[in-house]
């Protein structure tokens, strides 16, 4: 039995990295991961744009780091919703300048579109705590821009959203309209019961995040349209958070051995519908 991760991180600066936790994740069952960058400060660095540059070079060694060791990779790099407050209140960047910031930082990600160096923008979207609403605004001109370039390069997108049931669902629909960017390149990331019923329903792609208690729901109550994420964020400050991508494989394995899920709805999850949206090859 194969597993996949559609969404997880790797922190080679301060956690265990791409090489370590590819390997572990390959000797338990793993065959794919998606790697979606951090922010700067998660590796050490300034956010300055030469921050965000050296973030985005390190993400993509991380990336071959993990393909070395035999797993089938995709890599993302973006700027976090939750990066525009903090960009603010924390480090020295004017509130009125914010968005030349963003621009900034987008025209090197544009670059590594451009060079075909990534495989999707991510994360971008809406902040899911509560922000200055002027962050929220922010972050929706921010993946408007993500999702011009994903329609423009043809890539995938990962949006990072507040659970917000049917509205989140109406709200992406509309930027999809005003972007012309196609239905199947975006991916709403950490879907939870609530809003992946919304997602599914209105024919968009989840990752869905691979807590024991969060799968004996969906299992039971979701046809597998979605895709599972650990979304290990590898800070040892917080281990374990939101799951290790090898305890993601032990929670299925430990439900299809109550009976509760059975190997063909596991395979959708974890074969099909990969090579489907990540448009990469059978195992
Ligand atoms: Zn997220
Ligand atoms: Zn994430």
Redesign the pocket.
Known sequence: MLFADA?THVNPVRGLGAKAIAKKFKDSGGWFMAIVGLSPWSYGLEPSIEGYEKTFRIVLRECNNAKEEGVKVACFIGL?PGDLDKLVYKYSVRQEKLMDFVAKVFNIIEDYCRKGLIDGIG?VGRP?YRVDPIFVVASELVMEKAMVLAKDYDLLLHL?LEQGDGITVESIKRFIKLTGVLVRLVIF??ARPGLLEHVVKNGFTATVPGIEAVLRTVFKRIEPTYLLES?FIDDPNRPGVVVYPWQMIDNQLRILKEGLVNDEYLAKLNIDNVVKVYRVSPP
């Open positions: 969404h976090h994360e899911h990072h990331h950490h979304d």
